[in-house]
């Protein structure tokens, strides 16, 4: 089993910044890779960054120059900076990680106006 906590999301003016942060507890050790997906009301959920435990990356075309992915292994967090930040960037954003399962975090709201 594993857990995802979510933080750092809010309200911020366009072209401004936030940073997410995913805490993973339980057998985090077992992550094979872990992101952040979206989902804007009406919309389906989408990815924005995966990261592997190998530090392989991977982004959606629309952020990417703008977010970040990173992780400290040895924490079990991962981030998320999200720079030049868009209304079209509003959306809630989950914790999602991979081991032979799938975990979801709650979410965190992240709203950008214009």
């Known amino acids: 089993q594993v857990q995802l906590r979510e933080s750092g999301g809010g309200l911020v003016q366009a072209g401004g910044s936030l940073r997410l942060s995913c805490a993973a507890s339980g057998s985090a050790f077992s992550i094979n890779a872990i992101g952040w997906y979206r989902q804007a009301p009406g919309k389906q959920r989408e990815l924005v960054a995966e990261?592997?435990?190998?530090?392989?990356?991977n982004y959606a075309d629309s952020v990417k120059g703008r977010f970040t992915i990173s992780r400290d292994g040895a924490k079990n967090m991962v981030y998320l900076q999200m720079n030049s930040l868009k209304p079209e960037d509003t959306a809630a954003y989950y914790c999602?990680?991979?081991?032979?399962?799938?975990?979801w975090g709650q979410g965190t709201q992240v709203t950008v106006s214009s």
């Open positions: 990261i592997s435990s190998d530090d392989n990356t």
């Open positions: 999602k990680a991979r081991t032979n399962l799938i975990y």
